[in-house]
């Protein structure tokens, strides 16, 4: 579950793959049509941004913390924790508030992992352990086992959703 970011507008240099039929395509049809989709995606940053739960949390906290957040009302703003359809609606607005992320991406004292974790996000019972299992502060506590909070996200993903702002044309959270 998570977060399908789609570009309203977006900037594209090359044409996406033909869907095959899904009854009659070979297994090799279907990983050649996922590989050349991928590479679209990469090809065409502001055409779609994906991120999980656990990501997409800690995105928005960059995007308040930088300010970009202020870019948009109040009631979008709110709106984007949901799939609704909620979103920057123009090139303008994207393009400014990938500015603003990518000035505090710069001033942000990074992990060894080039990993986040928002401090309003670490403090919660949630917890999971290095093997990824979810696992309560309290037992974690007890049984002396190294945690870490859910809600990360990479440096690398972060850019990535300033390459998608700046290529969408407006954006949808869906």
């Known amino acids: 579950m998570g ?14 793959p033909p869907r095959p ?17 991928n590479k679209y995606h990469t090809e065409n940053p502001g055409v779609y941004f994906r991120a999980n739960v656990w990501s ?4 928005l906290e960059a995007m ?15 709106l ?7 979103g920057a609606k123009d090139a303008e ?22 990993r986040w974790t928002p401090e309003s996000l670490d403090d919660r019972e949630m917890q999971v352990n290095d093997e990824g299992q979810f696992i309560s502060k309290t ?9 870490t909070s859910p809600y990360q996200v990479s440096k ?5 959703w300033c390459d998608f702002l700046e290529n969408c044309g407006g954006f949808e959270v869906w």
């Open 80 to 86: 984007m924790a949901f799939n609704d359809g909620a």
């Open 93 to 114: 607005t994207c393009k400014r508030m990938a500015k603003k992320i990518r000035v505090w991406l710069q001033e942000k004292i990074w992990d060894e992992d080039s």
């Open 139 to 147: 037992e974690a506590e007890l049984k002396n086992i190294e945690t």
């Open 56 to 59: 997409w949390r800690p995105i």
């Open 21 to 37: 039929d899904w009854q009659t395509c070979s297994d090799e049809e279907r990983d050649d049509y996922f590989e050349a989709k």
């Open 3 to 16: 977060m399908d970011v789609s570009g309203i507008n977006p900037t594209t240099i090359s044409e996406p």
């Open 64 to 78: 308040w913390e930088s300010g970009a957040c202020y870019e948009i009302d109040d009631k979008t703003w709110e």
């Open 156 to 160: 690398e993903h972060l850019e990535s």
